[in-house]
Each structure stands twice: as structure tokens, then as C-alpha cells.
């Protein structure tokens, strides 16, 4: 009789404390009539509402931006046809840039609203932008050509007007761009969007930024229960780009659930998942998954780098081929041995590759392996050969890779088998490193234009390398190509080239 009333009891306060388990209790936080605090007593930390509703105002201020980038775009386009009007007729009363600029600013604002070209990352990255609005620009313009042939409208049409047009624009827009950056440089510096940060029972970031806030002094719990609670949340996020969440693993069911509720963007923080280095989330059989490896280029954005490759090797090598016999016949009169020097690299799916070069070294010491990095001072360099590799000019034959597909004009840049950093080998001081080959090694990548190239002496000269180099392999765009690209022609000189 005693067991069973002792059961019973059990049963009771087993009973009691699930009921107890709600989600302000993991967080160790009271429900409503938890006040506001700064934690120096029961007072409303209005010091904080008042940086949280500054932070609101960047929303505010992007819109202002994206305006004032459509306004300038637009005025540069109109001011563009009617002095080029002016300069080439005589005129601003004319027809001709009166109907020009009539097609092409919708034109323009169709195209440029369809690429993101006044977005604030486009007005915060000054070339990409400028880039962006020049594609919309000359989009319209050959949209406006296409009428003015099938309409056969010649005698409106001054073809003077247009070019001039069209040239006056761009320069505009480059200019408005560029003096809109620099007026909104330091809001841009400081962020532009508004990222609210609750830091519930973890400790927080140094990094943290302006818009984090302890949950337990601003008395949020995610407890849906509560009608307090829950607008609490709801007001604090609103008007924010997005809440990002700071908890313990026991409480982010609760967070998640809490969330949900808000019309704003959110997201839960998940440390333990760092080291799987996911690109992204994706459900599979009604599990969620994590995207680990993106594999290869889409098909079509293989033929669009193959093709973009072999029209650039293509046009260059007439021009490459009578520079190539010269640097030989330099390269032969000053040492013994063959003009070109081939190397097995690491290329497309970690599949070996001879790579062409110019030989910069004599042949009798010549690195087969890659053993030993090459030092500034190295002995084993000729003297054509210190010139070439300080111009980067010994690279130029791997042109011959490009066009034969075992690589390509962007890319991670190939290393040798024994390339090492502090006596490690590469793979040996970053098991990322095989991540970098799903696509085809490049004579120029992004780690490059970033000026991370010469010998590998310490480790992080590899892993900054690694960085940049999975960083373009997950972001890869034609756009991005051709800037790279473009870049490499600041950096062919460069302190770390011998």
C-alpha cells in the first residue's frame, strides 16, 4: 500500500515538473511582467530602444539610395543625348534626341531593374554598379536601333546623335556614381543593413555589431504563449532586415518556433555545423540536409567559360606567337636548355596535368616536383629568367593549356605535387584544399588579383590563397571572369613575383 502512494507521488512531481518545462524556463528568464532592463536595476533601457531605432533608419536609407542612383542614371541619360544634340546639331530643340530619350529611358529602367543595377550593393560596389547600368544602357540602345531600322525612321534618326549620346551617358553615369559613393561613403562603411542580434544565454561576439542586445535585459523569451512575449519580439524586430538568434542548443526549438511569427527575415546561429562548412540547406526525404559540395559549373556555365576562353586564347595567340619566338631566343642565347620547362600540377577533379612555361631556371636544378618554393633571391634563376617571372611573363605559354581544355583563363591557380608551407604539405594544412579543383585551374584567379601569390613560406599564405580560391569556385559569374580578368593587368607587376 506504502509502494503504491509513494508511486503515485512520483508520478505527481514527475508530472509537476514537465509542466514546469516551458520556453522561457530553458532560458531561465520569468514571463510578462519581465521589465526591460539595463541591468542596473528595474529601469527601461531606453538607451538601447534608441541605437535599435537608429539602426531601422539604414532600411530608410537604402531606399534613398536606390532612388537617387534611378534619378542620376536617368538625368545622366537625358543630359547624354541632349548634349550630344547640341555638340553635333547645333541644337537642344531637336527631335532627334527628344525620341531617343524617350525610348531609351524606359528601356533603361527596364533593364537596369531587371539586373539589381540600383541596389545598394550595386551603389556600394562602385564597378559592379557602373558595370550594371553601362550592360542596361547599351541593352537599350540596341533595343533602340532595332526600331529605328524596322521602323525606317532614317530622317528622325541622326546616328551622330546616338553614338555621341550613348558615350556622353556613360561617362555620366560614371560620374554620378562615383560622386554618389563618395557622399554616402562613411554610411556605407558603417553597414546598410539592419541586423538585429539576440544573444540568449551564450556569450556575445566581440564582433557583434550595433544591433546586439542580451535577451534577458530587454526581457525576451520565446515563449508563443505569452501575447507579451510575443509582441515584444514583434516590435523590437520591426523594421529590421533580419533577426538572427544567439542561443543554447536546448532552446532553439522554442527560438525556431518563435520566429516563425515575425515578417522578417530570421535565422538561428548553429555553431556545431562550422565544421562541416556547408554552402547551403536543402531538404531530402523530409530531412534537412546540408549541400556540401556544389560539384562542377552547371552545364551551361561550362560552355559559357569554355567558349569565353577560347575566344579570348584564340584572338591572343597571333599576337602571343612572334612575342614567344623572341623571349625563346632570349631565353636560348642566355642558358642551356629547352625554351619551355614542363611541370606536373593538380588540375580539374585533382587529376594531374603537364603545365607549359617559359624555363626562368637552369636545367641541371630545374624543380621537377616543386619541391623547394622559389625565394627572392634564388640561385637557381637566370638572369632572362628573374625578368620573366618578375613580369610574369614565364606563365604566358600555359595559353597552349587553355586552348588543349586542361585549363582556363580564371581559376585556383595550380601547384605543383610537392608544394609545401613550413616543411607541411598543402593538403596537410587544410583538408579544403582538394575543394578548390572542381573547376579548371586559371593562368589568373582571385587570390591573385588580391596580391596572394610568390613563394608559400608560412601557412597562411596558404590558407588566404584557399580562401579566395573557394570563394570564386562558389560565387563563379561570366561578370566575375571578366573582372578578374581586367584586375590582373594592375597586378603583373608585383612585389611578390620572382
Not at 441 to 450: E, F, S
Request: charged fraction near 20%.
Amino acid at each position: 500500500m506504502m509502494d503504491r502512494i509513494a508511486g503515485a507521488k512520483s508520478n505527481m512531481l514527475t508530472a509537476k515538473k514537465s509542466a514546469l518545462v516551458t520556453p522561457a524556463s530553458l532560458t531561465g528568464q520569468d514571463l510578462d511582467s519581465a521589465p526591460i532592463q539595463t541591468g542596473h536595476g528595474d529601469h527601461v533601457d531606453f538607451d538601447t530602444l534608441v541605437r535599435l531605432d537608429g539602426l531601422k533608419g539604414r532600411k530608410r536609407m537604402r531606399g534613398l539610395m536606390s532612388l537617387l542612383s534611378i534619378a542620376t542614371d536617368v538625368t545622366s541619360i537625358m543630359a547624354g543625348f541632349f548634349l550630344a544634340s547640341l555638340l553635333y546639331l547645333g541644337s537642344l530643340d531637336t527631335d532627334h534626341a527628344t525620341n531617343m530619350v524617350a525610348i531609351s529611358v524606359p528601356l533603361f529602367l527596364l533593364f537596369s531593374l531587371n539586373n539589381n543595377a540600383h541596389n545598394t550593393r550595386k551603389v556600394s560596389n562602385l564597378w559592379s554598379g557602373m558595370a550594371s547600368a553601362a550592360g542596361a544602357l547599351v541593352l537599350a540602345a540596341g533595343c533602340l536601333l532595332l526600331i529605328a531600322f524596322f521602323m525606317k525612321i532614317g530622317a528622325e534618326f541622326s546616328r551622330g546623335v546616338f553614338f555621341l549620346g550613348i558615350v556622353f551617358s556613360l561617362v555620366g553615369i560614371a560620374v554620378t556614381r562615383t560622386i554618389t559613393r563618395v557622399v554616402f561613403r562613411k554610411r556605407l562603411d558603417e553597414g546598410v543593413y539592419a541586423i538585429l542580434c539576440i544573444y540568449d544565454g551564450v556569450p556575445m561576439a566581440a564582433t557583434a555589431g550595433p544591433g546586439a542586445i542580451e535577451a534577458r535585459a530587454m526581457g525576451l523569451h520565446p515563449d508563443l504563449a505569452s501575447a507579451v512575449a510575443v509582441n515584444r519580439l514583434g516590435t523590437l524586430a520591426k523594421g529590421m532586415d533580419r533577426v538572427v538568434i544567439h542561443c543554447s542548443p536546448q532552446a532553439r526549438s522554442a527560438w525556431a518556433s518563435a520566429l516563425k511569427t515575425l515578417d522578417v527575415r530570421c535565422e538561428i546561429v548553429v555553431p556545431e555545423l562550422d565544421e562541416f562548412a556547408a554552402l547551403s540547406i536543402s531538404k531530402r526525404s523530409g530531412h534537412t540536409s546540408l549541400l556540401l559540395n556544389s560539384g562542377r559549373l552547371a552545364w551551361n556555365h561550362q560552355m559559357m567559360k569554355r567558349a569565353f576562353d577560347l575566344a579570348i586564347s584564340l584572338a591572343a595567340l597571333p599576337f602571343l606567337l612572334p612575342f614567344f619566338a623572341l623571349v625563346g631566343l632570349a631565353i636560348k642565347l642566355d642558358s642551356r636548355g629547352p625554351v619551355f620547362f614542363r611541370q606536373e600540377r593538380i588540375g580539374l577533379g585533382n587529376r594531374p596535368f603537364k603545365i607549359w612555361k617559359f624555363r626562368s631556371m637552369r636545367t641541371e636544378v630545374c624543380d621537377a616536383n616543386g619541391n623547394r618554393s622559389t625565394s627572392r633571391d634564388d640561385d637557381r634563376i637566370t638572369r632572362v629568367g628573374r625578368t620573366l617571372r618578375s613580369t610574369s611573363i614565364d606563365e604566358l605559354p600555359q595559353i597552349l593549356n587553355v586552348l588543349f581544355g586542361d585549363m582556363s583563363l580564371v581559376g585556383p591557380r595550380p601547384h605543383a605535387l610537392g608544394s609545401r608551407a613550413e616543411d607541411a604539405l598543402f593538403w596537410d594544412i587544410d583538408e579544403r584544399y582538394w575543394q578548390r579543383h572542381v573547376v579548371k585551374p586559371g593562368l589568373t584567379g582571385l587570390a591573385q588579383v588580391r596580391g596572394f601569390r610568390g613563394a608559400t613560406e608560412q601557412k597562411t599564405d596558404l590558407t588566404l590563397r584557399l580562401q579566395s580560391d573557394l570563394e570564386y569556385v562558389s560565387h563563379w559569374s561570366l561578370m566575375s571572369d571578366i573582372r578578374i580578368l581586367l584586375g590582373t593587368a594592375m597586378v603583373v607587376f608585383h612585389k611578390n613575383a620572382f
